[in-house]
C-alpha cells in the first residue's frame, strides 16, 4: 500500500497535464481560429481561417505547425457545405465547381459529399495540389469569389480581410507568408 500511493504521488507531481487554449480573431469578413494544445510533450498550434458561415458556406483552411508549411507546402482552400439532419447538400458527390475571382481568374475544384456519424450531410471542394498556391495568391489580390456549381451560383465569398487573416496564422503556425503575400 506504501509503494502504490508513493508511486501516485510521484507521478502526480511529475506528470504534465495537457492543456489547450482557443483564440479568435476577426479581420473584416474573417474568421481567425488559433487552436493551441500542450500533450505534455510538444506543443501543437492549428491555425484555422475561414470567411461565411451562419447558415452559408465556409471557404477557408487549416494548417498546424506539425505540418508541412509554406513555403514548401501550401494549405488546400475548401467550400464547405453543411445540411440539416436529414436533408442533402446542394453540391453532390464528384460535381465540378468553380471559384471565379474578380480579376478574371479561375480554378476547379472536386466535391466530396458524404454524411458524418451523427447523420448531417457535408459536402467539401478539393483543389489538385499543384493549385492550392495559385488559389491562395488569387484570393490574396481580389476582393470576392464566385463559386459555380453545375446548377449555377453556390456562394460568393468576400475576401476581405483575407490578407491579414493569412499573416495572423502564418505569425501563429510559423511560417513566411512569401509565396502568397508578396
Same mark, same amino acid.
Given at each position: 500500500?506504501?509503494?502504490?500511493?508513493?508511486?501516485?504521488?510521484?507521478?502526480?507531481?511529475?506528470? %504534465?497535464?495537457? &492543456?489547450?487554449?482557443?483564440?479568435?480573431?476577426?479581420?473584416?469578413? &474573417? #474568421?481567425? =481560429?488559433?487552436?493551441?494544445?500542450? %500533450?505534455?510533450?510538444? =506543443?501543437? $498550434?492549428?491555425?484555422?481561417? &475561414? #470567411?461565411?458561415?451562419?447558415?452559408? *458556406? %465556409?471557404?477557408?483552411?487549416?494548417?498546424?505547425?506539425?505540418? @508541412?508549411? *509554406?513555403?514548401?507546402?501550401? *494549405?488546400?482552400?475548401?467550400?464547405?457545405?453543411?445540411?440539416?439532419?436529414?436533408?442533402? #447538400?446542394?453540391?453532390?458527390?464528384?460535381? @465540378? $465547381?468553380?471559384?471565379?475571382?474578380?480579376?478574371?481568374?479561375?480554378?476547379? +475544384?472536386?466535391?466530396? +459529399?458524404?454524411?458524418?456519424?451523427?447523420?448531417?450531410?457535408?459536402?467539401?471542394?478539393?483543389? *489538385?495540389?499543384?493549385?492550392?498556391?495559385?488559389?491562395?495568391?488569387?484570393?490574396?489580390?481580389?476582393?470576392?469569389?464566385?463559386?459555380?456549381?453545375?446548377?449555377?451560383?453556390?456562394?460568393? +465569398?468576400?475576401?476581405?480581410?483575407?490578407?491579414?487573416?493569412?499573416?495572423?496564422? @502564418?505569425?501563429?503556425?510559423?511560417?513566411?507568408?512569401?509565396?502568397?503575400?508578396?
Amino acid at each position: 500500500m506504501f509503494f502504490r500511493t508513493l508511486a501516485a504521488a510521484c507521478l502526480a507531481v511529475f506528470a %504534465t497535464p495537457a &492543456w489547450a487554449a482557443e483564440q479568435y480573431f476577426d479581420y473584416k469578413d &474573417w #474568421t481567425v =481560429l488559433i487552436e493551441t494544445v500542450d %500533450t505534455g510533450e510538444d =506543443l501543437r $498550434v492549428t491555425c484555422s481561417m &475561414w #470567411t461565411g458561415g451562419d447558415g452559408d *458556406p %465556409t471557404v477557408g483552411f487549416s494548417i498546424s505547425n506539425g505540418d @508541412a508549411l *509554406p513555403p514548401h507546402s501550401f *494549405p488546400g482552400v475548401q467550400l464547405t457545405e453543411r445540411a440539416v439532419r436529414g436533408h442533402r #447538400t446542394v453540391l453532390e458527390d464528384g460535381q @465540378a $465547381v468553380h471559384f471565379i475571382f474578380d480579376d478574371g481568374d479561375s480554378a476547379d +475544384a472536386r466535391v466530396r +459529399a458524404e454524411v458524418d456519424a451523427d447523420g448531417f450531410a457535408f459536402a467539401v471542394t478539393d483543389f *489538385p495540389y499543384e493549385d492550392n498556391q495559385r488559389v491562395l495568391q488569387a484570393m490574396q489580390r481580389n476582393g470576392q469569389i464566385d463559386i459555380v456549381g453545375p446548377s449555377g451560383p453556390v456562394y460568393t +465569398a468576400s475576401l476581405s480581410g483575407f490578407t491579414a487573416s493569412y499573416r495572423k496564422i @502564418a505569425e501563429q503556425c510559423g511560417f513566411s507568408v512569401d509565396g502568397v503575400i508578396g
